[in-house]
């Protein structure tokens, strides 16, 4: 079993920049698509970005394309998410997720992973 934890939350203003983490234990990442979402009060929860189960490929939600980066660091077994250009739609709690079943087609889909981690608030206020 995967677990995953992530950290680095906070309140930022619109424009800024903030880097979340999800640290993986119980297994390396080889092997397991790995992927953020998101829920905003009131909606439903978003996929944001993700990789395949190869690594080799990365995927972004429409709304975050270009101003979002997933990364990995193979060696700390840790999965990031660089936020940039931060807007106030941007504000959610944003989930870390890991499957070992996740096929190309439904990398985008909440239900394809098994683990998940608790969350981080991120804010994006003035």
């Known amino acids: 079993q995967v677990q995953l934890e992530e950290s680095g939350g906070g309140l930022v203003q619109p424009g800024a920049s903030l880097r979340v983490s999800c640290a993986v234990s119980g297994r390396t990442l080889n092997g397991y698509a790995i992927a953020w979402f998101r829920q905003a009060p009131g909606k439903e929860r978003e996929f944001v970005a993700g990789?395949?189960?190869?690594?080799?490929?990365?995927y972004y939600g429409d709304s975050v394309k270009g101003r979002f980066t997933i990364s990995k660091d193979n060696g700390k077994n840790t999965v990031y998410l660089q936020m940039d250009s931060l807007k106030p739609e941007d504000t959610a709690v944003y989930y870390c997720?890991?499957?070992?079943?996740?096929?190309?087609?439904?990398?985008?889909?909440?239900?394809?992973?098994?683990?998940w981690g608790q969350g981080t608030q991120v804010s994006v206020s003035s």
């Open positions: 990789y395949s189960r190869t690594g080799g490929y990365r």
């Open positions: 997720a890991a499957g070992n079943r996740v096929i190309t087609s439904s990398t985008r889909n909440q239900e394809a992973y098994d683990s």
